[in-house]
């Protein structure tokens, strides 16, 4: 909210000097957080207030030019000026640049010749002054006006404008009287209310205005017609009425339009003039009815919701309550007899409202936050009588007021209750000063305060809010600093050492990581090919999205990594290899809804089990995707070009991960969505349940690369971190393996076996069978190194040759040992696989 500091100062009387530096330090103190200060008009010089003695018309040109005769009184004080505009006459006052004088914007005014006369100076506009409004319009001033005063002095345009963050919880913040309240209670001086000047005798005038009722109590608990009659509509808005609102943001309309939003802004209640001569039959507040529809002031028939609060009269729907009035009812440039609205709507129907209609307002953004039940009357009361004054109307007596009971709510707290929670002493009688200051009525007994808030704080419900209240005016600086005391030797924990590892081993690899969105669209699942599978079912749908293209929780790392991809390869970035480790979500079957706990104690141990019973499935993975050159280019390489990236080094980026965790484990031929089906490895676990799939490795299948943008041959990784480190943390301690001080003894083995065998397998087998034979010759290492298929194998069949290293912890190993351990080997191999040993 923009607030200009010549209209708080109206209201609150600050100690001399003011400084506005200060007065930012405290508002951001209390809570009211000042994101800027802008200090305007006061680059304006030399312009002064003149009359318009005389107009000669300049004739062949394209558009009307006037030869101005304009005096700012006193002997030689006459000048002629060239100006294009057309809404003055002679004996006009208006607003006269002199030479050498300084607009808004840094722009200066000199003497110059144009249209084949001299112009020596410039009559203004509201526009060249930084007031916006019509820049084709001189501004034409009251004809009281002082002859060659300082404009900007006379028109107030210089001053301070503050550009105040109101939190939601603050509403009553959004007006100059509560952002005046805040400054008199922080300062210790006295208040003006805003809301008790300016009232007319006749408030409280007995007598109905327009008939009006409300049908729905639950939607609006106030709501106050007057009316005000015979008001000329071409009266122009008084120039310091003007200066405030555009100072505040808000643009000039009309008079009444212009009264109005000026209460909003100086009280925070929200008001709205209907034409009384477009009203037929009575009003009354309401839901909307199935099918009903309204076309806004903004030119949108607008579909209204069962839900929706609307001011209706006989014709239906004339305005959506504290959100935005109906155009058939909009007051026009021939409006004279007007029918001013107050009322105090439901803070959650309005924010429900406006939000299904996507229509925020400064009504709305009051509203929504909750205004004072008691200002309808004295607000509405000030607004007629304003337009009666200064519209040249009569206000007519009495109001129409429908109402249903507000019971003010009370909070008990004890006296004590702001020093617990601060930490700090504040004692009783503190207590009860800052919350009188605030407008409370506090009535203590034994140590327990009975606190009545008043009615412009909704806001204030709770034990805790009171003692924010007491806290913030009382200052945060007295709450005192302590560091928490940590508790030595504990460190991370297993699962944190675990990530850090694996983390840096694929940083070490070449990888880089990013951190991705975590949410998804339903459109990433079917690029995945995986729109009728598990994760589909299982993805958590978000009830209130911050993107309605997004409205998943990612049940997969992948998609980010695609994105992420290819919007650096879109930069230029073709060699890429990009890992993650974050968290997914996934619902589990028949999940129960999660129980609505008290909040005036902590749950218990059921409790937290039900809502940890209420929550999907979040675990941890860790993904990776390559693409382009996976070595960079350079000379060593002779003129050959860079090695790209393949599923091989996606396998290897897996493998990477499960070795700096310790575990042993298997890698089998893999077919899932979204890889290659021909090109895809198979992590897996076996333990006591049985074999547990770790993740997969390998090409992404051409449909996948194809439906994210990614380049060909793209290869990706993905694994459950989470199953890893349970794996890990079954293990115990990693056991350093112990260090054999004798030489090793390599054989090499080839050997037949089907070409759908998985080298895996026939590793697997190999290690098994010399674990099986118990020589004192121990296999430490099967290395793959040579895959072959071709006429010398025949067909269906291919030759898969590996390094096999043994060694002995006690001594050097003989032939017939090594021979022994290898001959067992194969022949596990062979039992398991069918494996021949090629050349037998």
Avoid at 45 to 73: D, H, N, Q
Avoid at 188 to 206: C, K, N, Q, R, S
Avoid at 407 to 421: G, I
Avoid at 622 to 630: D, H, K
């Amino acid at each position: 909210m923009l607030v200009p500091l010549s209209w708080l100062l109206e209201y609150v009387k600050l100690p001399e000097p003011v400084d506005a530096g200060e007065i930012a330090r405290t508002l951001t103190g209390i809570g009211l957080e000042i994101e800027g200060i802008d200090r305007v008009g006061h680059e304006i010089t030399s312009v002064v207030i003149a009359e318009v003695l005389g107009i000669e018309e300049l004739t062949g040109f394209k558009k009307p030019i006037r030869y101005c005769r304009v005096s700012t009184g006193g002997p030689d004080a006459e000048r002629q000026v060239i100006c294009g505009a057309t809404n003055f006459s002679v004996g006009d006052r208006v607003p006269l640049a002199l030479p050498g004088a300084t607009l808004p914007g840094g722009f200066e005014i000199g003497m110059s010749k144009r249209y084949g006369r001299v112009s020596d100076g410039m009559i203004c506009s509201t526009d060249e002054l930084g007031l916006g409004g019509d820049h084709s319009g001189i501004w034409v001033l009251p004809a009281d006006a002082p002859l060659g005063a300082d404009f900007a002095a006379y028109a107030g345009l210089r001053d301070v404008v503050f550009d105040v963050n109101v939190t939601p919880d603050k509403g009553h913040a959004l007006s100059i009287r509560g952002v005046a309240r805040e400054l008199s209670i922080a300062y210790g001086v006295p208040f003006t209310d805003p809301a008790d000047a300016g009232l007319p005798d006749w408030i409280d005038a007995d007598g109905e205005s327009y008939p009006a009722s409300i049908a729905d109590p639950t939607a609006c608990d106030r709501f106050v017609l007057r009316e005000v009659t015979g008001i000329d509509p071409d009266r122009p808005t008084p120039l310091p009425m003007l200066v405030r609102l555009v100072r505040a943001g808000m643009r000039s309309v009309s008079l009444a339009v212009d009264i109005t939003n000026y209460l909003m802004l100086e009280l925070g209640q929200p008001l709205h003039a209907f034409d009384r001569s477009t009203l037929t039959g009575p009003i009354v507040v309401r839901r909307a009815a199935p099918g009903e529809r309204l076309e806004t002031l903004d030119h949108v028939l607008r579909d209204l919701d069962p839900d929706d609060i609307c001011i209706t009269d006989s014709s239906g729907p004339i305005s959506l309550a504290g959100t935005m009035g109906g155009l058939a009812t909009e007051i026009s440039g021939a409006s004279t007899d007007l029918v001013i609205e107050a009322a105090h709507f439901s803070a959650p129907g309005i924010a429900r409202t406006s939000r299904r209609h996507r229509l925020p307002s400064e009504a709305s953004a009051r509203f929504e936050r909750g205004v004072d039940y008691e200002l309808p009357l004295r607000a509405s009361a000030r607004a007629v009588a304003m337009l009666a004054e200064l519209g040249g109307g009569t206000a007519l007596p009495g109001r129409t007021l429908a109402a249903a009971p507000i019971e003010p709510a009370t909070v008990t707290m004890r006296a004590d209750h702001p020093d617990r929670v601060a930490g700090t002493s504040y004692g009783a009688a503190t207590v009860i000063r800052r919350l009188t200051e605030v407008g409370c009525e506090v009535r203590a007994d034994a140590g327990t305060l009975t606190v009545t808030p008043p009615s412009w704080r909704p806001d204030l419900t709770d034990p805790n809010d009171l003692a924010e209240e007491v806290i913030r005016f009382e200052g945060y600086e007295r709450i005192g600093i302590a560091m928490p005391r940590t508790v030595a030797g504990r460190g991370r924990t297993a699962a944190q050492r675990l990530r850090s590892r694996v983390g840096r081993a694929l940083a070490g690899a070449g990888f880089t990581e990013v951190i991705g969105d975590p949410f998804g669209a339903p459109e990433d699942l079917d690029r995945l090919g995986l729109a009728d599978g598990d994760d589909r079912r299982r993805a958590v749908t978000l009830a209130n999205p911050i993107r309605d293209s997004e409205p998943l929780l990612r049940t997969t790392l992948l998609p980010g990594l695609f994105k992420a991809m290819a919007r650096n390869a879109g930069r230029g970035f073709a060699d890429l290899a990009l890992f993650e480790i974050g968290n997914v979500a996934r619902n589990r079957p028949r999940m129960p809804v999660a129980p609505i706990l008290p909040v005036d104690r902590g749950p218990d141990e059921h409790e937290v089990e039900s809502l940890a019973a209420a929550l999907p499935d979040q675990p941890r993975l860790i993904a990776a995707v390559l693409t382009g050159a996976r070595e960079p280019a350079g000379w060593w390489q002779q003129g050959q070009p860079p090695r790209p990236a393949d599923f091989r080094d996606a396998i290897e980026a897996a493998r990477t991960v499960l070795d700096a965790s310790g575990l042993r484990y298997q890698v089998r031929s893999g077919r899932p969505a979204p890889w290659h089906p021909g090109r895809c490895a198979e992590f897996v676990l076996t333990d006591d349940g049985g074999q547990v799939v770790l993740g997969h490795a390998g090409e992404l299948h051409p449909r996948v690369i194809k439906a994210f943008r990614m380049a060909a041959r793209t290869c990706a990784m993905e694994l459950d971190l989470s199953l890893i480190e349970r794996a890990a943390a079954a293990l115990g301690p990693v056991q350093a393996p112990a260090i054999s001080r004798h030489p090793v003894a390599t054989q090499d083995v080839a050997l037949l076996v089907g070409a759908d065998v998985p080298a895996a397998e026939v590793e697997a087998a190999l290690v098994a069978g010399a674990a099986a034979a118990g020589s004192v010759a121990q296999l430490e290492d099967v290395r793959l190194f040579d895959v072959y298929t071709g006429e010398q194998v025949g067909p269906g069949r291919k030759s898969l040759a590996y390094t096999l290293r043994f060694r002995a912890m006690d001594r050097t190993l003989t032939d017939e040992e090594v021979g022994a351990a290898r001959d067992a080997a194969v022949a596990e191999a062979a039992r398991l696989t069918g494996a021949v040993l090629r050349g037998s």
